[in-house]
């Protein structure tokens, strides 16, 4: 596969950093000092799913290999935003970040099939998609880029939040303006559901609905709740029409340096801690979505058949390559 070399070089900043993190020593020879220290960027805070999950991989990680290894994971973009941090894991400056889904694509477009509309069906879908090795060649793809994709997480499923009634079939879409990431396939998925997608800042969009600017926004309902937006749109659908990846990704020079038994408990692990991050986002949705039922949210289930339908023609339009087709075919496949 051919190297796209999309990432600029690192920063000053960036270098600095880097320096510094190869100062204090993270390869084999710091065994002697303790154990071999993980450094892992995380662009969230220490609440969130994903940073548990990533917790307990290192608590089983360090008993698996008898204290040889520990995960060392700095939140809130302490290394810097998921760029950043995709930089340092390919320089070696750290071994481990969590990226979005997009910046993996500039390496190799088929990730794109990953986030494509409806491609799951419902979060145990993706959950089976994810952990049942189906996308391994994918994850191994991008390496000769200085980096391996070790496994996915889940960033939950966006769904539609309106002001007006609950949205329950892509007729309720109609004349419905609703808000979107500032990303073309969003608002031509929008279009094919029906409605009308305005790309806009997310922290525009809670006084957007306020004002009549939009009619409503989508999200999942940890975003939903912690921006209180059901303030504004307080009718949430279950329409699950886009369900995020962010990717595990790890230095693939610290990788061919592990012994192999270490490198296959470690990639045991690693797959293992997906479903724990899946566990772990299931029970903050749920306490999301109590916190805004107490505010007078309410929340709907919707028969996302019809939405699939109408928006098979732009799934037809995003797959180019027949590995993106093969992809595709060999997720679908999965759906319950």
Known sequence: MRTINALPKLSLIGTVVA???FLTGCGEDSKAAGPVILKTAFNQSEHNPQFKALQDFSQKLEAATGGK?????HPNELLGDQRA??????????????????????FNKNFSVLAMPYIYDNPAHQRKVFTSGTLDALFSSTKGNGFEVLTAYTAGARSMYVKGAPIKTPEDMKGQKIRVMQSD??????????????PMGQGEVYSAIQ????????????????LKQYE???????????????LLVANESFL??????????????????TETEFDLFSQALETAKQTATSQGATFTEVDIAPFQARCKPLQETLLVTPEQKDIFNKIRALAN
């Open 19 to 21: 320096a510094g993190l």
């Open 69 to 73: 290894y520990k995960l060392e994971i």
């Open 85 to 106: 941090a995709l930089e340092l894991v390919q320089s070696g400056a750290i071994q481990l970040a969590v990226v979005a889904n997009p910046l993996v694509e500039n």
């Open 185 to 198: 396939t969003m608002v031509k998925m929008l279009t094919c559901m029906g409605g009308t997608g305005v």
């Open 211 to 226: 004002q009549g600017v939009l009619d409503g926004a989508e999200n999942n309902e940890i975003t939903y709740a912690d």
């Open 232 to 246: 504004v749109a307080p009718h949430f659908s279950y329409t699950r029409h886009v369900m995020v990846a962010d």
């Open 256 to 273: 061919a340096k592990m012994d192999a038994a270490d490198q296959a408990t470690f990639r045991k692990l690693a797959k293992e801690s």
